[in-house]
């Protein structure tokens, strides 16, 4: 089921990604209307399971094979409850704060007796961070921008590659100003697969990957640099300056604080494998499956897609991102479910996140 293939490959006792790097505008977008469904969601930090209940679900069921990763969730569960937003927005990292320590206090004042020890024990580092920069891929991030960034743009670069230009504008300061040989020298490096093996993502999650992350990389600098303006861009901004600017992912934003709040008693936390869902005979009628198909073989992967149209019903829709390793529906199983091309391609030019190749949309047939 889910990454049981990388489960045994991959560690999973600490948070890998304490923020989610996938955009829940185009997700929640790619279900579709979910009004009183059921929709199972991968954790991992927990942003985009919330944000699924803007879509006034009867119920998003959660699961990850990370207990640490679903300490995520809970410790967003108790910010929305015990926080203002505000408040919300300084503990997470997304503004400067001074108060994190008490407002961690007042998050987990509620939360279970493991969860409340595991953000204690994290507490200096979320003090210092914020709780969305405590994980193993903000930490990667965090030493790209603080010890290796300056050497190839200056502050001013940086602030000014967050005005907002027309796109002719945005491809010049792009090839300009960006782009230069210390900036391209620095992506071979830091992106490189044993680099980002050995302090992004696991090693194991390139197993089925061919070509170099680096290049990957770069091809992707220009849709998020080009194609969309990296002043609406909250992942861009974190990488290269630490917090959010103006503009916040979905989950995090004033608008949803409320709603989201409102519907936490819908989130169902199911912790362990997709298998947690698909064994219930019970059926989904949208999957945020992130891009664990990415760490499967095409066997695996093809047995698990599979188990998961069992526990689909009818004109349920399957959402999920690649980064490097292609995967679609697999051939077995290309007349139960249509590709909705439009759909990816509108969502796709929109994508914010910015690091990944493709984003699936893909909706079982009646």
């Known amino acids: 089921m889910q990454n049981a293939e990388i ?10 990604y304490a923020q989610l790097w996938e955009d829940a505008d185009v997700l929640t977008a790619a279900l579709g209307d979910c009004q009183g469904g059921t929709l199972v969601s991968i954790c991992a930090a927990g942003d985009n399971a919330l944000a699924m209940l803007t879509l006034d679900p009867a119920k998003v069921v959660v699961v990850d094979l990370s207990d640490a990763q679903i300490a995520c969730l809970k410790l967003r569960i108790g910010a929305f409850q015990n926080l203002t937003h505000p408040e919300f927005l300084a503990l997470m990292g997304a503004r400067p704060s001074t108060e994190r320590g008490a407002l961690l206090d007042k998050a987990t004042s509620a939360l279970d007796a493991q969860t409340r020890a595991f953000w204690q024990g994290l507490a200096p580092n979320v003090i210092a961070h914020g ?8 930490r990667y991030f965090r030493i790209f921008r603080t010890r290796l960034l300056p050497l190839v743009h200056s502050r001013k670069t940086l602030d000014d590659t967050f005005v907002s230009r027309p796109k002719p504008a945005r491809q010049t300061f792009l090839d300009q100003r960006f782009n230069t040989w210390r900036w391209r020298l620095l992506l071979n490096t830091f992106f490189s697969r ?15 990957v061919d070509g170099s992350p ?3 990389v770069a091809r992707r600098i220009k849709h998020a640099a080009v194609d969309c303006d990296p002043a609406e861009n909250p992942y861009l901004h974190w990488i290269l300056k630490g917090t959010h600017g103006a503009a916040l992912p979905m989950t995090w934003r004033a608008e949803h604080f409320e709603t989201i709040k409102a519907r936490l008693d819908r989130l169902d936390i199911r912790p362990g494998s997709l298998e947690a869902f698909v064994s219930t005979g019970e059926k989904a009628d949208g999957f945020n499956l992130s891009d664990i198909f990415e760490y499967m073989s095409p066997d695996v992967f093809a047995q698990v897609y599979g188990s998961i149209l069992k526990a689909s019903a009818p004109e349920a829709r399957l959402v999920y991102w690649n980064m490097m390793a292609p995967r679609r529906v697999p051939p077995a ?12 391609d509108r969502l796709k030019a929109i994508d914010k996140a910015f690091f990944y190749s493709d984003f699936v949309v893909e909706q079982v047939k009646k």
């Open 7 to 16: 489960a045994g490959k991959a560690n999973f006792e600490h948070i890998r």
């Open 131 to 138: 709780a969305g920069g405590v994980g193993k891929f903000e």
């Open 194 to 208: 044993f680099v980002m093996g050995r302090m992004g993502r696991d090693k194991a999650f390139f197993e089925h």
């Open 214 to 216: 680096a290049q990957h």
């Open 333 to 344: 199983f290309a007349d139960q479910v249509t590709t909705l091309t439009e759909v990816e």
